[in-house]
C-alpha cells in the first residue's frame, strides 16, 4: 500500500494514512494507523493494526 502522515493525535502519536486500489474490485481501500513501534516512518508493507475503510 502506499503511506503518508496525517499528523499527530491528541495523544502526539504520528497517525498515517494507508491507501491503495483494491486489486479485486478496483474500489478505493484506506486505513488508519498508528505504529506501535517508535519506527521513524512506517513500512508501507507493514499493515498491522490498520483499521481499514472499505466497501
Ligand atoms: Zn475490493
Given at each position: 500500500?502506499?503511506n503518508?502522515?496525517?499528523?499527530?493525535?491528541?495523544?502526539?502519536?504520528?497517525?498515517?494514512?494507508?491507501y491503495?486500489?483494491c486489486?479485486?474490485?478496483?474500489e478505493?481501500?484506506?486505513?488508519?494507523?498508528v505504529?506501535?513501534?517508535?519506527?521513524?516512518?512506517?513500512s508501507?508493507?507493514?499493515?498491522e493494526?490498520?483499521?481499514?475503510?472499505?466497501?
Amino acid at each position: 500500500m502506499n503511506n503518508a502522515t496525517v499528523g499527530q493525535n491528541k495523544n502526539k502519536e504520528w497517525v498515517f494514512v494507508y491507501y491503495q486500489i483494491c486489486p479485486k474490485c478496483n474500489e478505493p481501500i484506506i486505513g488508519i494507523k498508528v505504529p506501535k513501534k517508535r519506527e521513524w516512518y512506517p513500512s508501507r508493507f507493514d499493515t498491522e493494526g490498520l483499521v481499514l475503510l472499505h466497501k
